[in-house]
């Protein structure tokens, strides 16, 4: 533990770490400086002035951002020279800056509207006409940058230059004439050059993708975990009615800090696919028929005793450990998961540690092997192929490998859409997915990570560990979990690396699993 | 003064003893004239002695700050197996001010045994010269300078055969204000953008790529030779009022007076002294109406507060101002005063590196503001509006470009609040800015 030191930020004593900046120190104390340039992830210039603060015998106002904590320091974030020193950069900041809001992406999430309502002036002294002007720009990629809106507190430039390590960006021009350039021949293609649209604290840097889909206040909001690569970084998964509009990065200091890549961000549109198979369906008469739970659940029982043992499970790599635990339970026989590795190289941000775009696009894969699943995509069509039962659980399969599964005695699937079964299966039960359920996935580095949905499940919809459970109930007795804490319990009794980890305990950033290599 | 006018007797001249002498400009020519003796024997000397003796001498920073040379040189880390560096800061753009200028023209050598003996004192083995981008002339006749010292063998691995390695490096800057800020000046040198630095860690710690680094102005540097030479007693001694104020100071005088130009006197001297006797006084039929006495980053003086002055550091402040660089700008009874201060900000704006939010903005707006009021269309809110701006843009950001700027600004709307007055009541014409 390093040495503590102990100092009173407004009146509220805190013991921090020596070379702690006074911001964060503040943090502790239950205050928030008001800043815009520093932010965790970066380097701290000290440009904006925003933070600055009063610290007693000092002679002049500090930046609390590059200030570190001193013994027996006393600071006061709301004396009479530090709000007005704040008051005067807002309403420097005010003065160049348009009052587009009712038009602007950032309305509502805004941190110069913040600040400005909090301790903003009512009203302006600037009574000069013009404002300063420039164009909107392609920064290329999903990036616009509307430079009148820019309060130059260059985050986005050192973001490219320290994290990304691609330095294509830079504040052009001297005085109130500045404003971010971009050199021409690159434009923003880092694979990680999205991220400066979340560190942009006013509405200058905007995605074109969710360029005016909504309002940030008609946001809906849910913790959750990209599915996007083996990673794991942890995203926030926003809906406005219903619908995933955007997904974000949520801070994860060990996993992912405040970024994520560009193909993560981009990978949501699955999320809102309107041809979800909504109800059981079982084959009657050669026709799948949808019917009611109790139905689905049995004719899904039945077909696994049937199989008497001789089940090749084909399993999603978006499967929870949950569903993946519960359908070993139901199944047995061999369970292979679909952990498809891309042929592109990994895509690394420079500045943090152990990140990356990887290279197996799943999430869960980690968690799947524990539970005894084989990544071996393609032993697992081959066995399917003379099984007695193919259990496919939310598994993507092309035209091809449906057809494959002609092989099997029955097929049974869990679904979420509507894909290549309808000649195929005997049984297809409606199944939610990331994004409608509870459940937890474990990263490449064995770190376990929940989930919470962000959307109601279409129609009858249910998690497949619940599914799943029923059905293993009914084949074969016991209880079923009813609930997600409940059957992760099933999982870890299956896995003995999860067997030491309370859901109560995994909190929204996960932990790691007990003997997993954290590198 | 030298160039082009004959020195006047009151002048007491030691830096500029060879302006106008084309011959002291070769490395031939500053030997035959005692150059290069102080370099000698401070290669004899240790670097504390050679440190001692310029705190010894009292001399202080001739860039603006009048922080003491020595003690800044005392700063630097002992024996901490890092490369040193000495930076020269010959950009020298703040407005009214010209004489490093001159120093660079006339005694080149003169800045560069300085600075051998500086980075030497300090155990650094390379000096850097950063010359302001419009310094053509001056930049030409450095660059000969510096390649006849490593002909001569004085600069070099084996500087004067004393076994040494001392380098000259010349850096030109690209024309900004902002690079004669000493740590955006480092920036700049690495090839970064001039943006000033956050202090700390300040330049002996982490200066110019991360190590430690002193940097000097150019006629400190050129003075400290003379020290050596002839002891720091001497130069001590060079002083009419405060002792805290030693030694020689070039003014460079311009404006409203008869015989601009540089004028070297001891720290001490009344400045009516300079601008009437000196300078030739006021032009024809003129008075004396206001001073600027240390470039442009500086509060105005009135003209009562002038004629009391004494310059030297503590003089100056005494009146309100403070001695700066010594780029003294004149102005007499013909002047506007809004229009002055309004072009003054102006450049201020014009500079501003646009890093701090306050000097940005800030320096932008108070230009607007007083265009207004010349204009004819200020209103007696303006004013109050101007001062408590200027509030907000001092001692709020991380360099003084936003000061410097918010103090003419106020001295001016303090010291000359009738001039203002009669733009907002319409009593004065419009101008045209």
Redesign the interface.
């Known amino acids: 533990m390093s040495e503590l030191v102990n100092l009173t930020i407004d009146g509220t004593p805190v013991s921090v770490p020596k070379g702690t900046m006074l911001i964060e120190a503040a943090k502790q104390a239950g205050v928030l400086v008001p800043h815009y340039c520093y932010h965790p992830s970066l380097p701290s210039?000290?440009?904006?002035?925003?933070c600055?603060v009063d610290v007693e015998k000092a002679p002049?106002?500090a930046?609390a951002c590059?200030t570190a904590v001193a013994e027996g320091q006393v600071v006061h974030t709301q004396s009479e020279n530090a709000k007005?020193?704040r008051e005067?950069?807002l309403?420097?900041?005010l003065?160049?800056h348009p009052l587009d809001c009712p038009i602007c992406d950032q309305a509502g999430e805004c941190e110069l509207q913040d600040y400005v309502f909090q301790e903003g002036r009512s009203s302006t002294?600037?009574e000069?006409y013009a404002k300063r002007y420039n164009p909107v720009e392609d920064f290329g990629k999903d990036v616009l940058y509307v430079a009148n809106r820019c309060?130059?507190c260059t985050r986005c430039v050192r973001f490219m230059d320290d994290v990304a390590e691609e330095p294509v960006l830079?504040?052009a021009?001297?005085?109130?004439?500045?404003f971010i350039g971009i050199d021409p021949a690159h434009k923003l293609t880092h694979e990680w050059s999205g991220n400066v649209v979340d560190l942009c604290p006013v509405g200058s840097l905007v995605s074109k993708d969710f360029l005016h889909k909504a309002r940030a206040w008609d946001l809906d909001k849910a913790p959750s975990v990209c599915t996007g690569c083996s990673q794991g970084c942890n995203v926030t998964v926003e809906t406005r009615d219903d619908a995933v509009v955007r997904l974000k990065p949520r801070p994860n200091l060990e996993v992912n800090r405040h970024f994520i890549c560009d193909t993560g961000r981009a990978d949501y549109r699955w999320m809102n696919r309107g041809d979800r198979v909504e109800a059981p369906l079982v084959r009657e008469g050669g026709k799948l028929a949808a019917t009611d739970w109790l139905k689905g659940l049995d004719a899904l029982a039945g077909l696994v005793k049937q199989a008497a043992g001789n089940v090749v499970v084909l399993a999603s790599g978006k499967a929870s450990v949950e569903s993946l635990a519960l359908v070993k339970k139901l199944a047995g026989g061999k369970l292979f998961v679909q952990a498809p590795v891309s042929k592109d190289a990994e895509r690394p941000l420079a500045g943090v540690p152990n990140l990356a775009l990887r290279q197996e696009r799943a999430p869960n894969g980690t968690g799947a092997e524990w539970l005894g699943y084989s990544k071996d995509w393609n032993a697992g069509l081959a066995a399917a192929k003379g099984a007695g039962l193919a259990l496919v659980v939310g598994a993507e399969l092309s035209d091809a490998e449906w057809a494959g599964l002609k092989g099997a005695k029955a097929v049974a699937v869990l679904a979420a859409v509507d894909a290549g079964f309808d000649d195929l299966a005997q049984v297809v039960l409606p199944v939610t997915t990331v994004v409608e359920e509870l459940g937890a996935y474990v990263n490449r580095d064995g770190r376990i990570q929940r989930f919470w949905p962000a959307k109601a499940a279409p129609g009858m919809a249910r998690p497949a560990w619940w599914v799943a459970g029923e059905a293993a109930s009914l084949a074969s007795g016991g209880s079923a979990p009813q609930t997600a804490d409940e059957a992760f319990r099933v999982a870890a009794a299956l896995a003995p690396q999860l067997s030491a980890v309370q859901y109560g305990e995994l909190g929204f950033t996960g932990r790691a699993a007990a003997g997993a290599g954290v590198a | 003064m030298g160039f082009p006018h004959p020195s006047h007797p009151k002048e007491t001249v030691v830096l500029s003893k060879y302006f106008g002498d084309a011959g002291a400009r070769t490395h031939q020519g500053w030997v035959e004239r005692g150059g290069y003796q102080a370099l000698k024997k401070a290669l004899g000397m240790t670097p504390d002695q050679i440190i001692e003796e310029v705190k010894a001498s009292g001399l202080r920073g001739r860039g603006g700050a009048g922080f003491p040379t020595g003690l800044k040189w005392s700063f630097m880390p002992k024996g901490d197996g890092k490369p040193h560096f000495l930076v020269c800061n010959a950009d020298e753009s703040e407005p009214g001010t010209f004489k490093d200028r001159e120093i660079m023209r006339w005694t080149p050598h003169a800045l560069i045994e300085g600075c051998a003996v500086g980075a030497y004192a300090i155990g650094a083995e390379r000096a850097y010269i950063y010359i302001r981008g419009e310094f053509t002339e001056p930049w030409a006749i450095m660059e000969k300078a510096v390649a006849e010292a490593y002909a001569a063998g004085t600069l070099g691995a084996n500087a004067m055969g004393s076994g040494k390695r001392i380098d000259v490096v010349l850096h030109r800057g690209a024309g900004?204000y902002?690079c004669g800020e000493e740590t955006a000046l480092m920036n700049s040198i690495e090839g970064k953008?001039g943006n000033p630095r956050?202090k700390p860690p300040f330049p002996a710690q982490a200066g110019l790529f991360a190590l430690p680094t002193t940097i000097n102005n150019v006629e400190t540097l050129a003075a400290v030779p003379h020290i050596l030479n002839r002891g720091a007693e001497w130069y001590k001694g060079l002083c009419l009022s405060s002792p805290k104020s030693t030694g020689t100071k070039l003014f460079s005088v311009c404006g409203h007076v008869q015989r601009p130009g540089n004028y070297e006197i001891t720290m001490g001297t009344p400045m009516m002294t300079l601008i009437d006797e000196m300078c030739g006084g006021m032009k024809p039929g003129r008075t004396l109406k206001a001073v600027i006495p240390g470039g442009s980053s500086v509060p105005i003086m009135n003209a009562a507060e002038a004629k009391e002055c004494l310059l030297d550091y503590e003089g100056v402040v005494a009146k309100g101002s403070m001695l700066g660089s010594a780029g003294m700008i004149v102005m007499d009874d013909s002047t506007d005063m809004v229009r002055m201060i309004m072009r003054l900000a102006k450049f201020y704006?014009?500079?501003?590196?646009?890093?701090?939010?306050?000097c940005?903005?800030?320096?932008?707006?108070t230009v607007?503001?007083l265009e207004?009021i010349l204009a004819g269309e200020g209103e007696a809110k303006d004013l109050d509006?101007l001062m408590d701006?200027a509030?907000?843009?001092t001692?709020?950001?991380?360099c003084v470009l936003s000061d410097s700027c918010a103090a003419p600004v106020v001295s001016g709307i303090q010291k000359f609040r009738g001039e203002f007055e009669a733009y907002l009541s319409r009593r004065r014409a419009p101008a045209v800015a």
């Not at chain 1, 210039?45 to 925003?50: E, H, K, L």
């Not at chain 1, 021009?173 to 500045?178: F, H, I, K």
């Not at chain 2, 704006?349 to 306050?358: D, L």
């Open positions: 210039p000290a440009v904006c002035r925003m600055l002049k106002l930046p590059v007005k020193a005067g950069v309403e420097f900041l003065i160049n002294r600037y000069e309060i130059l830079c504040v021009e001297r005085g109130d004439r500045a | 900004a902002i953008r956050i704006a014009h500079e501003s590196c646009a890093q701090c939010t306050q940005r903005e800030g320096t932008a707006w607007k503001i207004r509006l701006l509030d907000n843009m001692g709020k950001t991380i």
